[in-house]
């Protein structure tokens, strides 16, 4: 056991150790922890006004508690959806694993090793709903000591179930497919299933809905006590007795629901430990496996043939990106994954007439006002670039390469720069198709948003990059420490809605500017110029930071 905690305690060290770390990462926590505190007070201000309307309308019904068992279905799903990915990349996709294995570890405890980040992460995510929404529902139901007791072992030992159920299942999957001579389709298919797993689930609910049964049911429900409860927590039993160990932790039978949901945690941690000791080192040495494949230099030769240099490097780039599993869920799922989510939502309320009227409403504002809003919109979904902030960190060690190929530094970093644009140009397609055949803009505004669209995708890109060759991150031994402990994009991100947002608060305030094409030159102009300057800008840290970065 003690060698257990010895290699937990490691394996943190590694993930967490501020040694090695820049001075601008250092300072990007101190700003995030600034940044943090009104923003966290805007948000607690917002929930506990929901909060305090929704308990308002239950209590009186004795429906309360609904409000407790709708918070533990979501994290439930939410646990779900985050362990999905984090057990993946971490048990499997991690370079540092093979390090581990020649080490006198039994399975289970480089299973204990590997899964404390992950905990660490999903204690985040709880954390940032749990914590205030359960202490807020203690306040207005003016809960007593105890309550609060057990609202902190629940967060405790809530991600637990979720957590291992899904690291039981992956284990399962991992050791029986056959990803020895299908590493890479297996490793790219492990990304998107998180993806579409999430959308499904999406489509599915909606699919199933039916607004006037809900309606009908609920006003139903609402007449019996825990009735909602029931409805709501009937496939998640852990949201139930979470719910009920809350809502009775006065009485004996709120300590049973918490000792039982305790039990079953201890279960699940124990079937966990003991698949894994059955199934990990099997999956990940199948991972590790070579093909068994003969090199054949006949079909290589023809594959090669000459091209410009600049087509060779983009091309490079996207076979990386697209290729890596964590770079592919980084920065390929995590850019479509809003256009996507956004595209599901507004089909299926277009078919209940809702969407359908939202072009013609579009078409009863002043010019200005819809052009400047879906601008904001479009530069706050592709602000967060992960493939421009990441441009020069994905290369990793063999950056240095770049420094002794007879090819320009400009060439090199522009590639990374056009990549990041491709990448965004997925997201402006869906965004273009969801404007067109479900929203149905009108045809003007939507030739001048979609121009602004590409202009701002570029700006983005040439942002993203300039910052990440600034301050890369090049000595990494796993893909996700190119994203994960670094505020880069939340920079990225301040940049670009710092300076256009308040150029378009401007451009609203002004009266004597109502003419749609007129905004659009504008806006078109200023984007422009900070395109330039963004080019100037790049191109001297080209010429100071290139040979720098090793």
Known sequence: MNKTFRLIRTMLKMQYSLAGKSSGEKIGYVLLAIFLIPFSGIIISVLNSIVETLYDQLAPSGNENALLGLLFVGMTIVLLFVSLSSVLSSFYFAEDIEGFIPYPFHPYQLLAGKAAAPFINLYVTSGVLMVPILTLYGIHSGAGFIYYIYALLLFLIFPVIPFTMMAILLMFFMRFANIAKNKDRTKVFAGLLTFVFIIGFNVIIRLNQNPEQTAEGAAQLIQQQNG???????????????TMALQNAKALNGLFFLLLLLALSVGTIFLFL???????????????????????????????????????????????????????????????FGPVFLVVILVFESSSGSIGALGSMLEQFDGKAPLLLLFILTLFILGVNPASYSS???DGRSWPANLYLPVPAKTVIFSKVMTAWLINLLSIILLAAVGLAVIQMPPALFIAWIILTFLASWFTSLVGTSLDLNDPKLNWTDEQEVFKSRFISLIALLIEMGTFGFIVLLLWNIDSLQSLWMTSLLLALLLTIAIGISHVALRKLIGTKFLKTR
């Open 392 to 394: 020069i960190s994905r």
């Open 228 to 242: 909602l409860l029931n409805i709501i927590t009937g496939m998640i039993p852990t949201a139930y007795f979470s």
């Open 274 to 336: 003991t698949a894994g000791q059955k199934l990990y080192f099997k999956g990940v040495l199948g991972l590790t496996a070579g093909s068994t494949k003969k090199f054949n230099s006949g079909k290589v030769s023809k594959k090669i043939k000459t091209q410009p240099v600049f087509l060779a490097l983009l091309l490079k780039e996207l076979r990386i990106i697209f290729r890596t599993p964590t770079f592919f869920m980084q920065i390929v799922v995590q850019s479509l």
